[in-house]
């Protein structure tokens, strides 16, 4: 049963979480080495729900940095859009992923470059009613015909401070 996209969407999200990376060490070039890192995450809604942002750490092997991702919602198309803002290079707004839930699965494209080659990314969400969302980066070298997966994050949620 497909369902379609809403602004409650990302709500699964709100709140605080400790997060568990693992990242490919280097990126469409067969590159089967991966580095593992914890993080932390922090999400809350904005703009009457039409969006949301959360503040990022990640405590990669060779440095701690933040991040941030902005999400908004669109009524008239259902979809959604995702920024990603990286701390260390805080002036390069990535293009937004674009995309939206069916069947529990959010999946979120765009056109990008990597090594000044153009590339397609994918953002993937899956298991958000499990109260362990994961999220899943992948990249494709040609036009999304076969992906790379590079990026993963396992979400453990935290409890409030009171």
Request: proline share 5%; aromatic share 12%; glycine share 10%.
């Amino acid at each position: 049963m497909s369902t379609a996209a809403t602004s409650q969407d990302f709500d699964f999200l709100i709140g605080r979480w400790k997060v568990r990376h693992r990242r490919l060490k280097e990126r469409l070039r067969g590159c089967e080495d991966w580095e593992y890192f914890e993080g932390r995450c922090h999400m809350w809604p904005l703009m009457n729900g039409l969006g949301n942002v959360d503040d990022n750490v990640l405590e990669l092997p060779g440095g701690t940095y933040r991040a941030t991702a902005l999400r908004t919602f669109d009524p008239a198309t259902r979809q959604w859009a995702i920024w990603w803002v990286d701390g260390r290079n805080p002036h390069r707004l990535e293009p937004p992923v674009v995309g939206g839930f069916a069947d529990g699965v959010g999946e979120f494209q765009c056109n990008d470059e990597l090594r000044g080659q153009p590339i397609r990314v994918r953002f993937r969400w899956t298991a958000t009613d499990s109260g362990r969302p994961h999220w899943q980066q992948a990249f494709s070298a040609d036009g999304g015909r076969t992906w790379e997966a590079n990026w993963e994050m396992d979400f453990e949620r935290l409890a409030e401070a009171a």
